[in-house]
């Protein structure tokens, strides 16, 4: 990864080892004239009808995310401009896994695929590009309540249980938007992806809560529509970066429903156009509804309820004692007392042990490598929870260092054993280490046996929050789900590479003047070898009749391009929307 990836932005600095893992070079270089073509239509039209249609402070905060309609962002100039308002970007590899998106959100540094969709999706790809992120996402960050909610989000995001539906979800997904763009790609296995999309879409059971989230998100950050039901405004990232959807949303056709916790039950399908939009009044209203979900969700509510989320994600997780240790690592089994509190936990497999999200030193994954398990609750007898008990209380109830113990919890169950050492943190007593030590339930079953080692009894009355992941991810060592499936990278035949050639002519003409008399020969390679290409005559177009010369020339290319338009539906919207600027240029104020 690039230097300035790690240094060059506080926010993108302070990002912990396991998101940095995602991070890929931008590759500047690798962007054709045709990129940057491709850039530059979408950003004249955004900026045309956008002007008009999206939330105030779009515009102005295209310019403090540091873009410009004229070239692709440099991820440095990007993060330079986001600094000043505390946040940071980094380039990825197409998708990366939900849990991480949302953990970007919340060290607020935007997530910024490297790729550029194809000419042929100019409209609108599936696939995370460049487009879609810098220039969806980037300008409202400049709006203070947004990226407050953003951010926001994130945090409650990363915590989310999610279900191994959801990566199946997440990789056919991944998939399916990566044959899309390969120029190569054959019909049939993109039928066959899409098909496998659906079928995921279909068979997820009951959504979790990372589902859930994701369809917040969806209708919020990417989809979503501010003002009144009467006269919305847009500052979805996915309208705001797609040139046939930005006008199609308006339409009537397309129900305008006010944002609530409601929008949770309505499911979405990238591949497609929205049959319904939100309408939030204020973004205070869209932390309001989070906040809303959020009380639902097992990192507030603990307990059994998180134990058993926990349980049924087969994931790492981790479930937070009341004293503040948290346990992390595969939760395999919960007991439940008869009012179904939980009174005993137990992880499979490698477990850590941490408190304020720090491993707690020696208690690391390699120690408890076939897992973990401690009872929950009082102690029988004391009003006084053990992790309350001062250390004259400690030895009152003889549990010093060094002596023996039998602990009896309410539960039933006895702990007992010499006591080699009490860990005490923020006060808490958070866990306490037994040598040759026996663990009985109440009907006397053998729960923990001397042979097997050290016991280490995490102390706590109640599990207050279970969430996905590690506490502290850098230390387990917990290299977040990531992807085998990379992304399509071209490789350019000399015809392509000819055609970039063309492009960057007439890129370099709009940029450095001079004279025009070679965009005729331009044109007749155009014509003999390309004569597919329409965005290239555009170009050609706009320069000629900006500088009102070689009329001749621009009406034979403009006759070419309302033929094109007349006889390939396809390219009709794109070219009559490119005619048109040519007739109402936009500002230049956001050209250079």
């Known amino acids: ?134 220039a969806g996402h980037a300008p409202i960050i400049a709006d203070k309540d947004y990226h407050e909610y953003l951010s926001y989000f994130g945090s409650i995001g990363a915590k989310a249980m999610f279900s191994a539906q959801d990566f199946e979800l997440y990789e056919a997904i991944r998939a399916l938007s990566i044959l899309k763009e390969m120029p190569d790609a054959d019909e049939a296995e993109i039928k066959k992806a899409d098909e496998l999309v659906a079928w995921h879409q279909e068979n997820m059971g009951e959504p979790s809560e990372m589902a859930l989230l994701s369809r917040l998100h969806w209708w919020t950050v990417e989809y979503g529509l501010i003002g009144t039901l009467d006269n919305p405004k847009i500052y979805g990232a996915g309208l705001l970066s797609s040139i046939g959807e930005s006008a199609s949303c308006m339409q009537e056709q397309v129900k305008k429903l006010p944002y609530t916790i409601d929008a ?77 509190e939980p009174i005993f936990i137990k992880t499979g497999g490698e477990t850590a042990l941490a408190v304020n999200n720090k491993q707690l030193k020696g208690h690391g994954k390699n120690y408890h490598k076939d897992g973990f ?134 890129r370099n003409r709009r940029h450095n003047g001079g004279d025009l008399g070679f965009l005729g020969n331009v044109w007749m390679m155009l014509q003999k070898f390309h004569h597919d290409d329409w965005l290239c005559a555009l170009e050609i177009l706009e320069l000629l009749e900006h500088e009102g010369i070689e009329q001749e020339l621009a009406a034979d290319v403009k006759q070419f391009l309302e033929g094109k338009a007349a006889a390939q539906p396809e390219y009709k919207k794109l070219i009559s929307d490119g005619l048109y600027l040519i007739k109402h240029p936009v500002e230049e104020k956001l050209v250079v």
Request: aromatic fraction near 12%; glycine fraction near 6%.
């Open 1 to 134: 990864m690039s230097d300035f990836n790690d240094f060059n932005n506080p926010q993108v600095a302070a990002l912990p080892r396991h998101l940095k893992q995602f991070i890929v070079d931008q590759h500047y270089e690798h962007y054709t004239p045709v990129d940057h073509a491709v850039w530059r239509y979408v950003m004249r039209q955004n900026y045309s009808y956008l002007k008009d249609v999206a939330y105030y402070p779009y515009i102005p905060g295209l310019q403090k995310a540091g873009l410009t309609i004229e070239k692709i962002p440099d991820l440095q100039d990007m993060n330079n401009a986001l600094a000043k308002i505390g946040w940071g970007a980094v380039t990825v590899d197409g998708f990366i896994p939900p849990a991480a998106f949302m953990e970007y959100q919340a060290y607020r540094v935007l997530v910024i695929a490297a790729d550029i969709r194809q000419l042929k999706h100019i409209e609108y790809t599936p696939a995370p590009d460049i487009i879609h992120e810098s």
């Open 264 to 340: 949770v039950n309505y499911s979405y399908d990238i591949t497609k156009t929205q049959p319904q939009l939100f309408v939030t009044p204020t973004f205070q209203n869209l932390i309001d509804v989070l906040e809303e979900f959020a009380d639902t969700m097992s990192f507030r509510r603990g307990g059994a309820y998180g134990l058993q989320k926990a349980i049924d994600s087969k994931n790492t997780c981790t479930a937070v004692y009341s004293s503040g240790l948290q346990v992390s690592g595969t939760f395999t089994e919960f007991w439940p007392d008869k009012n179904g």
């Open 373 to 506: 398990s401690s009872p929950i609750g009082k102690l029988k007898g004391y009003e006084k929870s053990l992790e309350d008990f001062t250390s004259d209380e400690l030895r009152t109830a003889g549990i010093e260092t060094g002596k023996e113990i039998s602990l009896t919890f309410e539960s039933g169950i006895t702990v007992s054993g010499k006591v080699a050492d009490i860990f005490t943190k923020n006060n808490k007593n958070v866990l306490i280490k037994v040598e040759k030590c026996t663990v009985l339930d109440e009907k006397g079953r053998v729960l923990f046996d001397p042979s097997w080692g050290i016991y280490d009894m995490a102390v706590g009355e109640q599990i207050t929050s279970v969430f996905c992941g590690a506490a502290d991810k850098d230390a387990f060592l917990e290299i977040t789900y990531k992807s085998n499936t990379g992304t399509h990278h071209a490789e350019y035949d000399q015809k392509t590479k000819e055609l970039h050639e063309l492009y960057q002519q007439v």
